[in-house]
């Protein structure tokens, strides 16, 4: 299965960060990347750059499984958590790509306090506040069951951690700084991650 996890993020890489800028850039004139923010060593700079590790590390714990540098958990290797993967992988693509879409314009990787984008509460973003983050996580599931070794679950556990920091430093303070009351009013009723869950 680590094949099979190496192709399915290479298709998330390629759909998700890369045919999804090249779009963002034919509608704007910009690919909607804004980086990791924040001083060196700040909470901002912790979440970012914990961020890119945790994708990386979802790389590299399948290569290594593959190369049998690594062994995956003997009791998560039956055929259900695999298959659990496969699904699991496939939602958070389709998913990811689905909530990108609905988020129109707005969209972007990182954020830069200077500008201000429409705030998108309506569709997907009804339901949960920050749909494209949960899509990765169910990704990130997916391919730890699918690749389940010790780098897999310390770097799906990194991605749980820093997507709750960058939610709660960066682009929970930067949206209602911009937008104000009408935030405080969505995310009294819509959940961050899941419905109903995590309301402010």
């Known amino acids: 299965m680590a094949v099979t996890a190496l192709v399915f993020y290479a298709l998330f890489g ?26 060196l060593g700040s ?53 990811t790509l689905y909530a990108q879409n609905q988020m129109g314009e707005s969209w972007r990787i990182g954020v830069d306090p200077t500008e201000t984008t429409d705030l998108v509460h309506t569709g997907v973003f009804g339901i949960v506040r920050n749909p494209i983050f949960t899509a990765m996580l169910v990704f990130g599931a997916g391919i730890m069951l699918l690749t389940p070794n010790p780098l897999a679950l310390s770097g799906f556990a990194l991605l749980l951690a820093t997507i709750e920091l960058q939610v709660r430093v960066v682009e929970e303070p930067y949206l209602r700084d911009r937008h104000g009351d009408t935030y405080r009013t969505y995310s009294r009723t819509v959940g961050r991650f899941v419905p109903r869950v995590g309301l402010t």
């Not at 909470?43 to 590790?53: H, P, S």
């Open 43 to 95: 909470l901002e700079w912790i979440a970012g750059t914990g961020f890119v590790v945790a994708i990386a590390l979802g790389v590299v714990a399948p290569a290594l499984q593959l190369a049998a540098v690594l062994h995956p958990i003997g009791v998560l290797t039956t055929p259900a958590v695999q298959t659990m993967g496969l699904v699991l992988a496939l939602a958070g693509i389709v998913g």
């Open 14 to 39: 390629v759909l998700g960060f890369g045919w999804r800028s090249a779009l963002q850039y034919q509608r704007t004139g910009s690919t909607g990347f804004r980086g990791v923010t924040g001083r």
